[in-house]
């Protein structure tokens, strides 16, 4: 199986996702000098003929290690639906997210992590897991703060605590002859997922060091970012950041300038360390949203939701790296070639890191394709 092969790898991925819907013409498909071009300016990054915004100017000193899809027509243009689709690779059905497809065939059995955790500042109740079951849900981490309850009740002590356990387990077989074994599998989860978290617990102990800090920034999203590179290095499957506050309907430009701000050095420096550290090559960078912003500025300074023609950024493991895949025509109106959508991207993503997402599930008696059979992986993106 799929699994069994995969597990072996070590590969793993970071997803920065800004929420909202960042601009493509404020970021990674800069129109300046055109009628919604907007005021700043396109420069040159570390690809030659490669330009993308000057609001990310750290950025594109590293975009040798990252590539550029420009031509996605998700052809969406709701928050919910956007992000739904990016993240499960279909525009409808219950199936599961990104993360948890990483953690159910990347993930080992020995991993001392959660296999899809997300650090966020809001926290949505999704289904991320679908039919994977509850073991390969999302874990959400409200910011740098650690889980709750990760230490033992004061009157118990470790061995105690294993006797429990036991008798837990004692409990569960009658239980487990009189219900489905899915059930009791996503009931086991729960205990697996905080028995791991209880022993790895010191990864949450203590601040970032006042280097890293000066590096990344103080702000929460560099914190963010520093816990994702800690979380990585710590044997993570899939961990996902987000940064929120890119529904720019107003002051488009202002807010572009200080959202972006803030995104730019922390990510450069989590990029720059994941390569100094010999990671880059087995993980997998994407930076998502769930769909990107008008050309046509409208009479509040801002741009709407905008599905038709927009841009993601991929890199690392099994991506071709300095590429640009696709384009808008001048004004950014619409995709004038290479034209993909977010099924292609969700091939994309998994065949990167090894997985033929034409083959179905590891799901006893169901037949389910892997990604969606009416797309398929962007061939001259991978490596």
Same mark, same amino acid.
């Given at each position: ?23 493509q ?66 525009p409808?059905? %219950?199936?599961p ?5 990483a #953690? ?75 219900? #489905? ?6 009931? %086991? *989860? ?8 209880? *022993?790895?617990?010191?990864? @949450?102990?203590?601040? *970032? ?30 961990v ?5 506050g ?30 100094d550290?010999?990671?880059l090559? #087995?993980?997998?960078?994407l930076?998502?949203?769930? @769909? ?82 009416a ?7 991978? #490596?």
């Amino acid at each position: 199986m799929q699994a069994d092969r995969l597990r072996q790898s070590g590969k793993r991925i970071l997803q920065i996702f800004l929420q909202g819907g960042v601009s493509q013409l404020e970021s990674w498909d800069p129109k300046p000098g055109t009628r919604y071009g907007g005021p700043f300016r396109a420069i040159p990054t570390s690809v030659p003929g490669m330009h993308i915004s000057e609001l990310l100017p750290h950025t594109a000193r590293r975009m040798h290690h990252l590539s550029i899809v420009r031509s996605i027509n998700s052809k969406i243009n709701d928050h919910r639906q956007g992000m739904l689709y990016m993240e499960r690779g279909r525009p409808a059905g %219950d199936f599961p997210y990104l993360g948890s497809v990483a #953690s159910k065939y990347l993930a080992g059995p020995e991993a001392t992590l959660p296999g899809y955790i997300h650090i966020t500042t809001r926290g949505l109740n999704d289904q991320t897991a679908a039919f994977l079951g509850a073991q390969h849900a999302e874990l959400t981490l409200r910011g740098v703060q650690p889980p709750d309850n990760l230490q033992l009740p004061g009157q118990l002590d470790p061995e105690l605590d294993a006797q429990r356990e036991s008798l837990r387990r004692q409990f569960d077989e009658p239980f487990a002859r009189r219900r #489905s074994n899915a059930e009791l599998a996503n009931y %086991d *989860a729960a205990f697996k997922q905080a028995e791991l978290l209880m *022993a790895r617990k010191k990864i @949450f102990a203590g601040e *970032a060091s006042p280097r890293d800090l000066e590096r990344y920034g103080t702000h929460d999203f560099a914190k963010y970012c520093l816990l994702a590179r800690t979380l990585l290095e710590n044997g993570a499957t899939c961990v996902k950041v987000t940064h929120h506050g890119y529904d720019s309907h107003a002051e488009n430009f202002n807010f572009h300038l200080e959202q972006l701000e803030e995104f730019d050095k922390p990510f450069s420096m989590l990029l720059d360390d994941l390569h100094d550290r010999g990671m880059l090559d #087995s993980t997998l960078v994407l930076i998502c949203s769930e @769909f990107g912003r008008t050309p046509k500025i409208n009479t509040k300074y801002g741009r709407d939701h905008w599905g038709t023609a927009w841009s993601t950024v991929l890199g690392g493991c099994g991506v071709q790296p300095g590429a640009i895949i696709g384009a808008t025509n001048a004004e950014g109106t619409e995709v004038a070639d290479r034209e993909v959508d977010s099924g292609h991207l969700f091939h994309t993503y998994l065949r990167a890191v090894g997985l033929d997402t034409y083959a179905e599930h590891d799901l006893p008696g169901r037949s389910i394709p892997i990604g969606d059979p009416a797309a398929e992986e962007i061939g001259e993106l991978l #490596s």
